[in-house]
């Protein structure tokens, strides 16, 4: 990268046409060619080692902002940001259960749990910048259409701010648990007779009409605070790259920030070799899968169906820097069913880790690319974690039921006592 010092720390070009934006802009997308917008900021002025050890001393001092897992990394996210709006956010664990060794034939595979963040997925490590900078802005809303997590985290970082906010999600199709966040938190929550595709076009005209701040994952600097998933993972790898990072693909947003983080933390010399991204869709709705099957030669959509309702999503926003992210890493991108998502969910759960239905896509897609050989039984994986378990309780319940490993009957005391005997003498 060229370093020019007229430069302010950061601002906005365009993906498509390269247009420039300052920082400042609110508009969704570039006003010349309708593409979407992406943050560049002037790299710090420091060797690598420095910028580890920064990192490393803000993750040791003390509380709020500086000790979150998304702004300890701000010098690659937002510097110019001062007042922040964190609550705070990451420090989510690398786990390792030899079950998911078993299950996918690996010898050691992490998860990072990303369902350990404030409002219980990913969403918040966006939100807390793309709020950060709405108040920056001095918005008077902020908008967003969703599954489900990205509202609950709106929601919760919007009520923390002080600002209004408006979401439209898809009737029917929203797991309890996101739902109840959302209105819980104060959101203004409009249940939209449709599909997430419909809600997300009419929440840009709306936004674009009204003079709201959209803060879907189109936002730039939502992207920006997603990078430090991937960040915080390589700082608790040591900055020892591994051979995959697999994650669940929808709207492609996290896709694309995955990519964004890689480009640049190879650029800064904070890895020296890029790890495999490999995004895994619900065979229901696997527009970008396949793409992938011929080089991405057109951009598809589909009418998405998958009780992963998460990744419920016929026609991703990010399509075109997703493509960038996995030919950039040499990814992959995989479809898996959703009874290979459940039975993936099913051991995920009963290791004591759980997660909602879409994360599991990740274990699931990891399985069947080390059974076709894709992924070595020797490399290293980390797959994400996007969402807590609790997010979906009704799935969790059915996935137990169907496994037979449950069930909601209902015992009277000695029914229940009778049960026990025979669990206690092992029948
Ligand atoms: N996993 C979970 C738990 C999600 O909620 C989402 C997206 C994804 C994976 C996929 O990420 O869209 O960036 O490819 N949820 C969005 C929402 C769409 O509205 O909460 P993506």
């Known amino acids: 990268?060229?370093?020019?010092?007229?430069?302010?720390?950061?601002?906005?070009?365009?993906?498509?046409?390269?247009?420039?934006?300052?920082?400042?802009?609110?508009?969704?997308?570039?006003?010349?060619?309708?593409?979407?917008?992406?943050?560049?900021?002037?790299?710090?002025?420091?060797?690598?080692?420095?910028?580890?050890?920064?990192?490393?001393?803000?993750?040791?001092?003390?509380?709020?902002?500086?000790?979150?897992?998304?702004?300890?990394?701000?010098?690659?996210?937002?510097?110019?940001?001062?007042?922040?709006?964190?609550?705070?956010?990451?420090?989510?664990?690398?786990?390792?259960?030899?079950?998911?060794?078993?299950?996918?034939?690996?010898?050691?595979?992490?998860?990072?749990?990303?369902?350990?963040?404030?409002?219980?997925?990913?969403?918040?490590?966006?939100?807390?910048?793309?709020?950060?900078?709405a108040v920056r802005l001095g918005a008077a809303a902020v908008a967003c259409a969703s599954t489900g997590n990205t509202s609950a985290s709106l929601a919760a970082y919007a009520a923390q701010a002080g600002v209004p906010a408006l979401v439209l999600v898809p009737a029917g199709n929203v797991a309890l648990g996101k739902l109840a966040q959302s209105l819980a938190y104060g959101a203004r929550t409009l249940l939209v007779r449709g599909d997430f595709d419909a809600c997300l076009r009419l929440v840009e005209e709306a936004s674009a009409k009204l003079g709201v701040y959209l803060l879907n994952s189109i936002n730039p600097f939502r992207l920006e605070g997603q990078k430090t998933i991937v960040l915080e993972l390589l700082q608790q790898l040591g900055w020892e790259a591994p051979d995959w990072i697999a994650l669940p693909a929808g709207n492609l947003g996290n896709t694309a920030a995955f990519g964004k983080a890689l480009r640049e933390a190879h650029g800064l010399g904070l890895i020296d070799r890029v790890p495999r991204l490999l995004a895994v869709q619900a065979a229901g709705a696997a527009p970008f899968a396949a793409g992938f099957s011929d080089d991405f030669a057109t951009r598809r959509r589909v009418r998405a169906e998958t009780a992963a309702t998460a990744i419920r999503i016929g026609d991703p926003a990010?399509?075109?820097?997703?493509?960038?992210?996995?030919?950039?890493?040499?990814?992959?991108?995989?479809?898996?069913?959703?009874?290979?998502?459940?039975?993936?969910?099913?051991?995920?759960?009963?290791?004591?880790?759980?997660?909602?239905?879409?994360?599991?896509?990740?274990?699931?897609?990891?399985?069947?690319?080390?059974?076709?050989?894709?992924?070595?039984?020797?490399?290293?994986?980390?797959?994400?974690?996007?969402?807590?378990?609790?997010?979906?309780?009704?799935?969790?319940?059915?996935?137990?039921?169907?496994?037979?490993?449950?069930?909601?009957?209902?015992?009277?005391?000695?029914?229940?006592?009778?049960?026990l005997g025979r669990v206690l003498a092992g029948s």
């Open 1 to 133: 990268m060229k370093f020019r010092t007229d430069r302010p720390p950061t601002w906005q070009a365009c993906g498509e046409c390269g247009n420039e934006l300052p920082v400042n802009d609110a508009r969704a997308r570039c006003p010349v060619c309708g593409g979407l917008l992406e943050l560049q900021h002037r790299p710090p002025d420091l060797t690598r080692d420095q910028l580890i050890e920064r990192f490393n001393t803000r993750q040791r001092r003390g509380l709020d902002a500086p000790a979150s897992g998304v702004w300890r990394f701000r010098d690659v996210v937002l510097p110019g940001a001062e007042r922040v709006i964190s609550h705070p956010e990451g420090n989510t664990p690398l786990l390792h259960r030899e079950a998911l060794d078993r299950y996918t034939g690996l010898s050691r595979l992490l998860l990072k749990h990303e369902g350990h963040n404030p409002t219980g997925s990913f969403k918040d490590r966006g939100m807390t910048v793309g709020v950060t900078q």
């Open 318 to 419: 990010s399509w075109d820097r997703a493509v960038d992210a996995i030919r950039f890493s040499n990814g992959y991108v995989a479809a898996v069913s959703d009874a290979e998502i459940f039975a993936a969910k099913r051991v995920i759960d009963s290791c004591g880790v759980g997660c909602e239905p879409a994360s599991a896509a990740s274990v699931a897609g990891v399985r069947v690319l080390a059974e076709r050989g894709i992924i070595g039984a020797g490399e290293r994986v980390v797959a994400v974690l996007t969402g807590h378990l609790l997010k979906d309780p009704d799935a969790a319940l059915a996935a137990r039921v169907a496994g037979g490993l449950g069930s909601e009957e209902s015992l009277t005391r000695d029914e229940a006592l009778a049960h």
